[in-house]
Every structure is written in C-alpha cells, then in structure tokens.
C-alpha cells in the first residue's frame, strides 16, 4: 500500500469539505478549490479527517491514490495556511514594483518586464534599504502568495526566467530566498 496514500489527511476547523461523485470541493474563508479525481479512487470522510482508499493493486490504482492524497492535502493547506514563495532580486539597479495587475521588472535588460499578475495570487514587492542589503547585495523582494500551490509556484517560476542567477563572478540575478547558487572563476582567473 502506498505510504503516502494510507495517511488520513487532517482537516483542520474552518474548512468545509464535500465530496459528490468524483469531485471534492473544499472550502473555507479564503476562497474554493475543487479537483475531480480518478474512478477506482474513493474519498471517505471521517470526523475531521479524509481517507484516500484505492479500488485494486493495479499500477496506475497506486499512482493515482498517492497523487490524490497530496493533492487533496494541498488543497487543504492552501485554504488554511496559503503558500508563499519569496525572490531575491541581486544587482546593481535591479528593481522590482507592482502596478495595478502588473509586475514590473527592471533587471538590466534595455526595456522593463512587464508581467500579468494572475487573478488569484497576491504579489508584493518591495526595495531593499542600502544598509540593509547585506553581503548579497540584495536589491528587492518579492513575495508571492495565494491558496494553490502549483499556482504559486508557476508564478514565481516565471519570475525567476525572467534573469537568472549568473554562475560567473557576481551571481547578479533573480533567485529564491535561500538559494545556493555557486559562484565559478571566469576566464580571467583561469588564464591568471
């Protein structure tokens, strides 16, 4: 049986949970989610807790039981807590601002990135004071939250594209809070 998929999911109070068919739609003060899983998947509730229970042993039974199980279980975090993804944005005049459902983007290139703020993520951003940019150099962060999680990280997925962490001398470029990038000699010290 799949490790994943026999754990009960917890559902914490304030969140509404029902189950009509093949589709679960939960609930709560901060928005709804809804996902039709796959037939030969059952979902029981039982007290404050969810139970994800599969038809047979068959190959695709035990993919699809542990997929909706963490599916499940993300939804109900996203309604609960939220998800958060935090950038950093690394270089000299590199910024960053939210204008209206905009986001704008000056990272080095001759014209600003402009970017669509989906409707149902909430994006911050926010200049780092001069005295406060550390050993990194840290120009502006940006914070983007919202209920879904593979929406959030889509997003700021995106975002990162947009200028990449160099790996060559400065590391200048937009990466996740936390992220190790490694930083290599370029040709320069190799000739020396």
Not at 22 to 28: A, C, E, F, R
Not at 41 to 49: D, F, G, R, S
Not at 111 to 134: F, S
Request: some cysteine.
């Amino acid at each position: 049986m799949s490790r994943i998929g026999k754990t009960p999911v917890p559902v914490p109070e304030g969140i509404k949970v029902e189950i009509n068919n093949n589709t679960i739609t939960v609930s709560s003060k901060n928005g709804e989610l809804k996902y039709t899983f796959q037939d030969g998947i059952a979902i029981k509730q039982e007290e404050n807790k969810l139970i994800v229970e599969r038809r047979d042993d068959s190959k695709a039974q035990k993919s699809f039981h542990g997929l909706t199980r963490s599916l499940v279980n993300n939804m109900i975090i996203g309604l609960s807590e939220g998800y958060i993804k935090e950038l950093q944005i690394i270089g000299t005049g590199y910024s960053a601002e939210v204008l209206g459902p905009w986001l704008k983007l000056n990272v080095g290139f001759s014209h600003d990135i402009l970017m669509q703020i989906p409707d149902n993520l909430k994006v911050e951003a926010a200049l780092v004071p001069r005295r406060e940019q550390g050993a990194l150099g840290v120009q502006a962060n940006i914070k983007v939250s919202g209920i879904q999680k593979e929406d959030v990280g889509k997003f700021a997925a995106e975002i990162r594209k947009c200028r990449p962490p160099l790996n060559y001398a400065t590391g200048k470029g937009i990466r996740y809070k936390g992220e190790y990038v490694r930083i290599k000699p370029g040709k320069t010290a190799a000739t020396a």
